[in-house]
């Protein structure tokens, strides 16, 4: 459940940052907007080397459905349910 929610939050911030006119959005680009938004929503800071790597770790094991990342701030998965338009 986590690898799909941190590949749906990048898939968003990917759209966000084309809109706003970034023709070619880098994963640091996209993982400091994830980042700013959780800081701003949630209070906690978690930093953009760390949703690279909970990037880089779901595209590794995508097509696994036995294997999931862990994320263990609740806060961060929190933060990525309201980035993506969840309650």
Known sequence: MNKKLIL??????RTKKLSEGIK????TDLSEELSNYIDEIEGFKLGERS???YLNE???????????ISIKQLK???GLCKYL???
């Open 24 to 27: 070619y959005p880098s994963q």
């Open 58 to 68: 779901s595209k590794k094991i995508l097509e696994d459905d036995d294997n999931d």
């Open 8 to 13: 749906k939050a990048f898939e968003k911030a």
């Open 76 to 78: 961060v998965i929190n």
């Open 51 to 53: 949703f690279r790597d």
């Open 85 to 87: 338009g969840f309650d």
